[in-house]
């Protein structure tokens, strides 16, 4: 049974940081893109980050230069370190793991870690 387990949220104020992890079972994590998606009340899911299988990584606008994504295949995590919060960062933060080949799509999601940013 694939599992994706989110921790690290928090309440935390302006300018702080956080490091959310993803924990992965189930599945053989390497061959996974990961992404950290992020909904905040009223508005849509949106991409924070994405780290492929083979490391290469990808960032919203809104949290280059801030956020880092990174991943240790041997542990099955992905990290996502938060720098430089900000209060528009204030969301349920989403763990997503995507695998395609040969027809079929494998698309996962953990449950969800609440960032609160105060300002």
């Known amino acids: 049974q694939v599992q994706l387990v989110e921790s690290g949220g928090g309440l935390v104020q302006a300018g702080g940081s956080l490091r959310l992890s993803c924990a992965a079972s189930?599945?053989?994590?390497?061959?996974?893109?990961i992404g950290w998606y992020r909904q905040a009340p009223g508005k849509q899911r949106e991409l924070v980050a994405t780290?492929?299988?083979?490391?290469?990584?990808n960032y919203a606008d809104s949290v280059k230069g801030r956020f880092t994504i990174s991943r240790d295949n041997a542990k099955n995590t992905v990290l996502l370190q938060m720098n430089s919060l900000k209060p528009e960062d204030t969301a349920v933060y989403y763990c997503?793991?995507?695998?395609?080949?040969?027809?079929?799509?494998?698309?996962?999601w953990g449950q969800g870690t609440q960032v609160t940013v105060s300002s």
């Open positions: 997503n793991a995507v695998r395609s080949g040969s027809g079929v799509k494998f698309d996962y």
């Open positions: 189930g599945m053989t994590f390497s061959t996974y893109a």
């Open positions: 780290i492929s299988s083979g490391g290469s990584t």
